[in-house]
């Protein structure tokens, strides 16, 4: 039987990055379980570009992975961002003072190490009753194949535990993530005449003014079991003009918002549209319009929920809540309980400085163990 280690150092070597297939990692995840008698359901589809994606839900021995109604599942995605070409070891796992160095180390391969290290060297018996591995694609860019899992229907679970790193405290709340395109639209002239035009550039200029105002008086409303205790707002890209002697027709910026539990997805929209109004947007000069690419709520389980406790109670770590996004947001719309759990710092996560400590990816195994057997 495989360690912990020697799982991830296999997971890692598999490049699983989002414009690919993810089936090479639900191949090597489907040899393992089987091997320890559970059973495999594959649900199949294919993304925007045609590529053939998996998700998978695994039973362990004795349940019928058919059953839709299960109590505890364990959920983890399989891909990963894009690592840069100047990291050479990207997909060669190497230790370095306790850490493991490698893509997807701590998002998420650690977890989903821990998790085959933990199914494959239980006892055939023992198990919760309802205990299902669920592994799912494209969570990177966008909860897509989660999205898929969910409208299958294949799969109506009590209590999730989302794999994510959380340095191995229970996340019970999460922010959600929103994501719009907007675009501004003027009229190109002769930069030596700009009368004749209106600079699209311009008109984005004075809505980005106002979206960061806007996000300045976000930051007043304060949530203490978050950091940043307030929702985030962020213009990641943006693009405009033609040449630099042409009055910019069109100037494009992507929005990203991160809500905080309870807030409105659709709060940000509204902000933005009456900003559009009052900065004379629309006006007949310049026009905007606008598309929403994503639109995810944050979750929130009860500081009393069992499973909070009991995660609580199995790593000796308090409750936390985690800044980014996560499939725990889909998980909460279906499920009782809801949590986010896993090795790993995520502040590491998305560049070569990617790592999970050993002794937390040991200790993750005993208390997942722990979890699949509990009564």
């Known amino acids: 039987m495989k360690t912990v280690v020697e799982h991830l150092s296999d997971l890692v070597r598999i490049d699983s990055v989002s414009s690919i297939s993810n089936r090479p990692v639900v191949d090597y995840a489907t040899e393992v379980l089987r091997e320890a008698r559970w ?7 294919r993304d925007a570009a045609g590529i053939d994606k998996v998700n998978l839900i695994a039973a362990p021995p004795g349940q019928q992975v058919e059953d839709t109604l299960v109590d505890l599942a364990f959920m983890c995605h399989t891909d990963t961002v894009p690592h840069a070409a100047e990291w050479t070891r990207a997909l060669d796992l190497f230790e370095r003072d306790g850490q493991l160095f490698g893509c997807g180390a701590c998002d998420v391969k650690g977890f989903l ?11 055939g018996a023992g198990f919760v009753d309802g205990l299902r591995l669920v592994l799912t694609a494209d969570e990177e860019v966008g909860c897509v194949g989660a999205t898929h899992l969910l409208a299958a229907g294949k799969i109506e679970p009590r209590r999730v535990v989302i794999g ?4 191995l405290h229970v996340a019970r709340a999460g922010k959600g993530y929103c994501l719009a395109e907007i675009t501004v639209l003027g009229h190109e ?8 035009g209106q600079s699209a550039i311009y008109g984005a200029a004075r809505l980005l003014t106002a979206i960061e105002e806007y996000a300045t008086r976000l ?101 936390t809540s985690i800044p980014f996004a996560s499939e725990a947001s889909l998980l909460a719309t279906i499920a009782e309980e809801v949590v986010v759990f896993g090795p790993g710092d995520m502040r590491t996560a998305h560049s070569d400085r990617e790592c999970v400590p050993i002794r937390e990816l040991e200790e993750a195994v005993v208390t997942i163990r722990a979890l699949m057997h509990a009564s």
């Open 39 to 45: 059973q495999m359901q594959p649900l199949t589809y």
């Open 113 to 123: 190490a821990c998790l085959l290290t933990a199914a494959s060297g239980s006892e």
């Open 164 to 167: 994510e790193p959380t340095s």
């Open 189 to 196: 002239a002769h930069s030596a005449h700009p009368e004749q």
């Open 219 to 319: 930051m007043e409303e304060q949530d203490e079991f978050f950091n940043p205790g307030f929702t985030t707002l962020n213009v990641g890209t943006i693009q405009g003009g033609t040449a630099k002697n042409i009055v910019a027709a069109q100037c494009n910026f992507l929005l990203e918002w991160r809500p905080l539990p309870g807030l409105p997805t659709d709060v940000v929209l509204e902000i933005i549209k009456k900003t559009a109004e009052q900065r004379n947007l629309g006006d007949g000069c310049c026009r905007y319009e606008m598309k929403v690419v994503r639109r995810q709520a944050g979750f929130e389980t009860d500081a009393d929920a069992p499973l909070v406790h009991a995660l609580e109670r199995l790593t000796g770590r308090a409750a």
